[in-house]
């Protein structure tokens, strides 16, 4: 008989964490495993991109809960208003104070609000083998996942650098009891967590994210991307937030076009600091004509297949999944010393790791630019042995599968 395995995440959007799952699910064995996805709402760009065979569902809310649980509070809380629905309004702002005032941890207070509404939330009808909340980040979805869904395993992942992104994350630790296993996307997201939660040490494991090579390649060559040979094509993949250090680039990518290096830099994602971005090239000198914005690209494959080099300037990171995706293109990389990176990379062997700051990474892009041929030749060769790590990911999970 077949196990059943649940995943549990938000949404399907263009994000790291969601193409690590699209890449991690076709490897799951379909003779062993019925596979199930449970999300907050069915939406975002890549639900299409779902293997055929998964079942998609919804978690189960209550109307009067999903504004608040899908968007935010103060979104409730201004519907709420617009309806004229006086009473509600005030019940919102009661519950609003009290969960302030119970903690200054984010985490905590957001927890304090799961556990305030778990009575109104209905378990999930259907009982697993195993249940994984895969997004993480103590959202809603891990606190459903923890305590809604039966299963007879369940395993949390932590995709990102909790010391540093969210240093209270050891608030959660009264959720994150409740699973078996917790899957860290590199080992220094996993020394994090021995700091902030060691009293659940021997549950971690490390469980780098899957980049599924051959599915990559096969969509970058549904377009072709034409290049310009008389500058160096850079790519940068990630959300416009001050995370990924766009902001941090473009102040690298100005300097070197002031010392005469013909570059065009091309940033594929989306997000909130698009504005903010956009005024700072066109105050650039020398950078204007040379930085191009391309927005969410739910295929940005043929431009990792077309670029020179991949260029990384985030401020932290889990593990990166796109550097791990221009890997895979064996492309000549430069990216800042997050977690994972040195998990990645071999400085001067298989790309070049910098530190986050302007001059750092300046260095860095000049050094490749000044010697691409030797890099280049050298960087693909080495990224070329390196093929076979998912496989082995994907082995590691299925082992604690057949322990159920």
């Known amino acids: 008989m077949k196990k059943k395995i649940c995943f549990v995440a938000e949404y399907m959007l263009c994000g790291g964490t969601e193409k690590s799952l699209l890449s991690l699910l076709p490897l799951l064995d379909r003779n062993k495993y019925d596979i199930t996805l449970l999300l907050m709402k069915k939406k975002g760009d890549l639900l299409t991109e779902l293997p055929e065979d998964i079942k998609v569902h919804e978690i189960p809310l209550p109307k009067e809960l999903e504004e608040e649980l899908l968007n935010s509070r103060k979104n409730a809380l201004i519907q709420a208003f617009k309806k004229g629905e006086i009473i509600q309004v005030i019940k919102k702002l009661v519950a609003g104070f009290r969960m302030v005032i119970s903690t200054n941890s984010d985490v905590g207070r957001r927890l304090w609000y799961y556990k305030s509404i778990k009575n109104k939330i209905q378990e999930y009808p259907e009982m697993f083998d195993v249940v994984i909340d895969y997004m993480g980040y103590g959202l809603f979805n891990s606190y459903y996942a923890a305590e809604k869904i039966k299963g007879k395993v369940k395993i949390s992942w932590v995709h990102f650098e909790p010391k540093i992104c969210m240093a209270d994350f050891g608030d959660f630790k009264e959720v994150l009891q409740k699973f078996q296993y917790i899957m860290c996307v590199s080992k220094e997201t996993q020394r994090n967590m021995l700091e902030l939660i060691p ?70 994602g989306e997000g909130n600091q698009r504005a903010e971005l956009e005024q700072k090239i066109s105050e650039t000198v020398y950078a204007k004509e040379s930085i191009v914005l391309l927005g969410q690209q739910l295929n940005p494959y043929p431009y990792l297949k077309m670029c020179d080099i991949y260029f990384q300037p985030s401020r932290h990171e889990g593990y990166g999944i796109a550097v791990a995706e221009a890997r895979a293109f064996c492309k000549p990389i430069v990216s800042t010393n997050f977690a994972g990176a040195q998990e990645q990379l071999i400085n001067n062997e298989t790309g070049i790791i910098t530190e986050c700051t302007i001059e750092s990474m300046y260095r860095g892009v000049k050094l490749l630019l000044d010697n691409y041929n030797d890099f280049q030749h050298r960087f693909s060769k080495n990224l070329a042995a390196q093929k076979g790590i998912d496989k082995n990911q994907v082995c590691l999970l299925e082992q604690i599968f057949e322990q159920v």
């Open 199 to 268: 009293e659940l040490a021997d549950r971690y494991r490390v469980f780098y994210n899957i980049v599924n090579e051959e599915e990559l390649k096969k969509k970058s060559d549904l377009r072709e991307i034409k290049k310009d040979r008389d500058v160096f094509s850079i790519v940068s993949i990630g959300r416009l937030d001050h995370q990924k250090g766009f902001d941090l680039g473009i102040e690298v990518i100005e300097r070197l076009c002031k010392e005469g290096y013909a570059i065009r830099w091309y940033i594929i």
